[in-house]
């Protein structure tokens, strides 16, 4: 069936450095990967996407690129502030069936001040 | 805020117990998604409907149901609940059936078992 792995699970990084967060898919022919924010008891909320007819795509601080040859995506977030911590989800659009999409299991980002 | 609403907030019930859960989508979203998110876990895709007809299912149980009627709000039905059931409970809209679409979500609603 369909999978989205994510790594890592947890991930600490100081106030002004980088993170980023990974994700491998299983189908190849998925087209579609948005990446959604969730701050403690809110809803998700999405941040970026990307179409698999494009290799990077970049909104202010946070950029995700696609790799389909390895069937994975990932997220940067550049120059990270406190207000940065949250759980991060990606997921990936499936071909088959209704074209449901499956969230990976999320990444806990904490941004040290 | 995203436009999707969810009602009740909160809900408190007893294990054996039905409960509904109510969504009503952004306006012209004809496309409705229910999740499930346990305490510290991913979001659990249970099923979709789009414009009144079910067109996704994922993992939902056989005591769950949902529909979506004909004024476009959706409902999520569970029934003979347990402590495990106890969960956040987020619905999405989206304007159209694929996948493609931004999925806007709801505030949840919190679903506790006793």
């Known amino acids: 069936g369909e999978n989205v792995e994510q790594h890592p699970s947890t991930l600490s990084v100081q106030e002004g450095d980088s993170a980023v967060i990974k994700c491998t898919y299983s189908?190849?022919?998925?087209?579609?990967f948005p990446w959604y924010k969730q701050e403690l008891g809110k809803r998700p909320q999405l941040i970026i996407d990307?179409?698999?007819?494009?290799g990077e795509k970049k909104d202010q601080r946070i950029a995700v690129t696609l790799n389909k040859t390895a069937k994975h995506f990932s997220l940067h977030i550049t120059e990270t502030q406190p207000e940065d911590s949250a759980v991060y989800f990606c997921?990936?659009?499936?071909?088959?069936?209704?074209?449901?999409?499956?969230f990976g299991t999320g990444t806990k980002l904490q941004v040290i001040p | 805020d995203s436009g999707v609403t969810q009602t009740p907030k909160h809900l408190i019930t007893a294990t054996g117990q039905r409960v509904t859960l109510r969504c009503s989508p952004r306006?012209?979203?004809?496309?409705v998604y229910w999740y499930q998110q346990s305490l510290d876990q991913g979001l659990q895709f249970l099923i979709q409907?789009?414009?009144?007809?079910?067109?996704a299912k994922g993992n939902i149980l056989e005591r769950f149901s949902a529909q979506q009627f004909p004024d476009l709000h959706s409902e999520l039905n569970l029934s003979s609940l347990e402590l495990g059931d106890s969960a956040l409970y987020f619905c999405?809209?989206?304007?159209?059936?694929?996948?493609?679409?931004?999925?806007?979500f709801g505030p949840g609603t919190r679903l506790t078992v006793l």
């Open positions: 999405a809209s989206s304007v159209r059936r694929g996948g493609t679409d931004t999925q806007y």
């Open positions: 189908d190849s022919a998925s087209n579609y």
């Open positions: 990307i179409r698999s007819n494009v």
């Open positions: 997921a990936a659009r499936f071909s088959g069936g209704y074209q449901k999409v499956t």
């Open positions: 306006s012209g979203d004809l496309s």
């Open positions: 409907y789009y414009n009144g007809e079910e067109r």
